[in-house]
C-alpha cells in the first residue's frame, strides 16, 4: 500500500509504502467469503469492442493453464480462422475443454484477433462483470495516503494534527468492501482517531449497507503540550468520540432540503452510535462472610442487614440508563438495542427493548404497582424483566406462574 505521494526529503532512498498483514484461523475458508471490488474507471476503460459485438464492450484473457491438473480432453489443436494451429504453450494446458471452447467460438466469445491469426483468447464482457478480485498492490490513487488522512481528520474536527498518522477511510472502506458482509460487526480494538467507524459510515452510505462497528479505545491521556489538548480533547478516546459523532452530522445536514427516497431516508435513521465506559457493576457483589465469633443466629441477621444494605445501594444509587443497559446485555441483547418508553402504563416506568432479534419490556422501578403486574399476567405472549426488589413474595410468584420463562427478575 502506498502511504505517501512525494519522496522523503530526509532520506537518500525513502519508503513509499506500508504494509497489511491478514490474519485468518482458516485462511482457505477465508477465501470464497472475500468479496471481489467495483472495476475502477480505469480498469474499465480498458475493456473495448473492435469487432462491434452487440453485447458491448469486451476484455480479453487467456484460456491456458497450468498442467497439474489437466486431463486429455484439455491437450489439443486450435485452428484460427486464418488457418494458423495452435497447441498450448510447453508445460500449460488449455483451460477449457475442446466442447466447451468450440460452444465459445460458436458463441462468438473467442477472439483470434482482427485477421484471424492470433492465438486465441476469450472474450469477458463488461456488461457480465460483477467486479475483480483485489490484488495485493494498492496505490494511493485508491486507497489514499497518510496526508490524505490528516486532512479528513482536520475537515472534521477543525484542527490540525490532533492525531498521529490517522488511515484514511479508503484505505478501510476497501478493507471492509473485500472482507464483509452489508450486515456484519466490524471490531476495532484500537480505535485511535476513529477511521474505522467513519469508514463503515461511508461505505454503508455508498451501498446502502448496515454494517456496525465496535470500537475500543482507552481514555489514554494526549500531552499537554500537543495540538489535540490545546483543541480540547484530554484524551484519545475523546478524538474517537468527536470525529464520529462529526462524520454522522455532516451525512444528515448534506441530506437536508433534499428529496431523498424511503430506502436512503431508513439509513440516515439509522445513523448513531452509542458510548460505553468500563465502571463497576450495578449489582452489588454479595461477599458476606459470616463473624466466628458469633452463633448462627446472630450471623444470619448479620446476613439480612448486609442484604438490605446492598439491595439499597441498588434501587436508591443506580443509574437507569446503565443499570439497563447491564441488565439487557446480561440477557443477551446486541449492544445497538433501542429502547421506547411506554406512555400506555401510568403507574411504572416501563420500556420496550429491541435489538432487532431479542425484544421484552423492562422496568427498573423499585416498586412494582398492582395494575403493572396484573398487565403482564394477562399478556404473557411478551418476555418481561423487573428488579427482584421491585416485587413481594406473593407478585413474584403469580408472575412466574403466569409468564414461566417469559418472567426475569433481577
Known sequence: MAKTYFPDARCNLGPAHDYILVYAKNIEKLKPTLNKIELTEERASEYKNPDNDPRGKWASVD??????HATESQFYTITTPAGIEYTPPIGRCWALSKETFNDLVKDNRIWFGADGTSRPRKKNFLSEVDGVNAWTWWTNKEVGHNQEAAKELKELLGAADIFD???PTKLLSKIFEIATKENDIILDFFAGSGTTGHSVVKLNNQQLAHRKFILVQIPEFTDKKSPAYKAGYKTISEITIARNKAVVERYQKESEGKIL???YKQQ???LGFK????SKSSFPRTDFTPDPTKNEEENL?????YIKEKESQLTLVFNEEELITEILIKQGFMLTYKLEKQASFTQNTVYWATDGKKEAYITVDANLND????????HTDKKFICIERALDTTKKFNLKEKMQEKFFAF
Request: aromatic share 12%.
Open 63 to 68: 484460456i491456458t493453464g497450468q498442467t497439474g
Open 165 to 167: 498518522n490517522p488511515k
Open 261 to 263: 427516497d424511503e430506502e
Open 268 to 270: 440516515l435513521n439509522q
Open 275 to 278: 458510548v460505553f465506559t468500563l
Open 301 to 305: 441477621a448479620l446476613f439480612h442487614n
Open 371 to 378: 395494575e403493572t403486574v396484573e398487565y403482564f399476567m394477562q
